[in-house]
């Protein structure tokens, strides 16, 4: 059973507008939750955070929202760019999973220009 | 830092074969993981290390699967015999556990390919 998931494979948005991930989740002992980015050939690189403890982290163009009570997170991109194009991977931990983290499985970004 | 260093980036061998993937953490990092990425499955986690021993080997598919971390800037992952299946991209991971919470640096991956 799939603890975190991504349920969008894909998503296509026009250059200049918001981009909008989602990502769910069912372990309710998760209390920590990340973001990561993925170009073609390289390793998945760390994008922004959230502690359980906020509803929003904010870094630049990027903004982390978690709706707890739903078991619900989603990533905004504002403005999307064309390099913004990846795949990006929602990731979750908790106090007792020491530092193992719990993938979704992706959503591919494409920004056209 | 140089970040983490996988190696070989790519390898194609043939189903019996013994495939061994290096990964070499960032130096002072404590923690090393070891994924697997297919299209079905996703990233998966394999193994975890803290302070070159290992915590969690409950990924790991089978017993032609093993891991290694014999020092605290080298570890590898072995399998043998190698099955088509077996067929993905290996990445390795590190991260410290006392600074950014969770925070994992991934190095570029092995895409193993056994025919």
């Known amino acids: 059973d799939q603890q975190v998931k991504q349920n969008s494979p894909s998503l296509s948005v026009q250059e200049g507008r918001i981009s909008i991930l989602n990502c769910d989740y069912t372990?309710?002992?998760?209390?920590?939750f990340l973001w990561y980015k993925k170009y073609p050939a390289e390793g998945p690189t760390f994008l922004i955070s959230i502690s359980s403890i906020k509803d929003k982290n904010e870094d630049g163009r990027f903004t982390v929202f978690l709706n707890k009570s739903a078991k619900h997170l989603s990533l905004h991109i504002v403005p999307s760019q064309p390099g913004d194009s990846a795949v990006y991977f929602c990731a979750a931990s908790g106090y007792n999973a020491g530092n193992m983290l719990t993938f979704g499985g992706g959503t591919r970004l494409m920004v056209k220009p | 830092d140089a970040g983490v260093i996988q190696s070989p980036r790519h390898e194609v061998t043939e189903m019996g074969q013994e495939v061994t993937l290096r990964c070499k953490p960032i130096?002072?990092?404590?923690?090393l993981f070891w994924y697997r990425q297919t299209m079905m499955r996703g990233l998966e986690l394999l193994i975890y290390?803290?302070?070159?021993?290992?915590?969690?080997d409950s990924g790991m598919p089978e017993d032609r699967f093993s891991a290694k971390m014999p020092n605290a800037s080298f570890s590898t992952l072995k399998i043998q015999p190698s099955e088509p299946r077996d067929s993905a991209v290996y990445f390795c991971?590190?991260?410290?556990?006392?600074?950014?919470?969770?925070?994992?640096?991934f190095g570029p991956g092995t895409r193993l390919t056994v025919t």
């Open positions: 130096s002072g990092h404590d923690y």
């Open positions: 991971a590190s991260s410290l556990s006392y600074r950014v919470k969770y925070e994992q640096y």
């Open positions: 372990n309710s002992m998760f209390d920590y």
């Open positions: 290390f803290n302070n070159n021993v290992p915590i969690d």
